[in-house]
């Protein structure tokens, strides 16, 4: 089979588009005819093996563990193994696995996967599990946001962010996007009762109080963030640009752990969990039209640097898909 290689840590350049060995599925797994995947700040992660402290949680000091990068995947099921009870050859399938989906097959344990939403190609299907994830979890298990409440989402037109949007809108709340011109109208129409052109507008600066900022960017202070903030409100951070290439976000964070326990504000981060319950969740939500994927552009499977690229950029609306 074709696949997007990866041999050490680097820039887009190292991948390669190469022939391997096509996967045979485990007793409990199942081998996805992959359609689509996506890529993510996970992804980027394992690519360029940076922070660079966290080198050995990613598999070594001068490659990751896994020899084909992709999380999110759809696609068409192959073949099954002999204990997986919930797919059938032919089922058209989405989910995320740690890592093999940049291939035209991956072997994918049955837990990790859920029927694809009945009303999204499969590229749309494979711009929502990791996003989704987070989005979710974030908003209904982190912060548990409630009906009324003000939430402020810097970074509001990223995958993490246009989920956000629309999950918190479902939720009762009122949201305020932040984003640059160019993805105002987009925000908006995604559901934000108010958007914020940060080229234009210093968020931070205004009189509006938020009972919760859900941060996806990491570009402001944290001074400049509890300013907006009521006296218990929460500050979530799910953002995973590092600061520098040994620690990433990590002094920011300890920072922001080492402050909350004296300020009436909540300052805190958290890392998502792929789950089959909350990949259902997210299929209930698509299929009802409370939640829509956007999607900014789509790379064929030889150009997976290429949207590398693009991502690195920082400029991305929505999610970009690898079409396989």
Known sequence: MKAIVIDRYGTPDVLRFAEVETPVPGDDEVLVRVRASSVNPYDWHYLTGLPKLFRPAFGGLRRPKYHILGADLSGHVEAIGKDVTRFRPG???YGQTAAGAYAEYAAVAEA???LKPANLTFEQSAAVPLAGFTALQAIRDKAKVQPAQKVLINGASGGVGTLAVQITKSFGAEVTGVCSTTNVDMVRSIGADHVIDYTRDDFTAGPQRYHLLL???GNR???EYRRIL???ATYLASFGQPENEWLGPLWFLARM???????GQKLTTFTARPTTEDLHTLTALIEAG???PVVDRAYPLHEVPDAFRYV???HARGKVVITI
């Open 312 to 314: 690195g950029q920082g």
């Open 215 to 217: 941060d996806n960017i």
């Open 257 to 263: 752990a080492l402050l909350s326990p004296f300020v």
């Open 221 to 223: 202070s944290l001074s």
């Open 91 to 93: 089922d058209e399938v």
């Open 290 to 292: 409370t939640l829509a």
């Open 112 to 114: 990790e996967l859920a």
């Open 230 to 232: 009521e006296r218990k």
